[in-house]
């Protein structure tokens, strides 16, 4: 149907960390352009998108697991 977005399969939220064992400066680049491309074959809508400080990973991704869960719990009520 033209104008209408079709629905993906599939949803996930994104992590990407800096790599200073490549010291290429756009690694995150590099990592988000692989993601993208493995969530468009496999049908995949990405709805966030996180780079992390690799001196704080650890608080950085429960901080944002409990972002998303409640992202992936109003996205729930508004379908239901």
């Known amino acids: 149907m033209v104008g209408r977005e079709?629905?993906?399969s599939y949803r996930a939220i994104t992590?990407?960390?800096h790599s200073a064992q490549e010291?290429?400066?756009n690694s995150v680049e590099i990592q988000r352009d692989t993601?993208?491309?493995f969530a468009e074959?496999?049908?995949i809508e990405i709805?966030?998108?996180h780079e992390i400080d690799k001196n704080d990973?650890?608080?950085f991704i429960l901080q944002k697991i409990a972002q998303s869960n409640?992202?992936?719990g109003r996205e729930e009520e508004k379908e239901s």
């Open 35 to 37: 993601v993208l491309d």
């Open 6 to 8: 079709e629905k993906k």
């Open 23 to 25: 010291r290429q400066a």
């Open 41 to 43: 074959r496999h049908d």
């Open 15 to 17: 992590y990407y960390r």
């Open 70 to 72: 409640d992202m992936v």
């Open 47 to 49: 709805i966030d998108d």
């Open 57 to 59: 990973i650890t608080s």
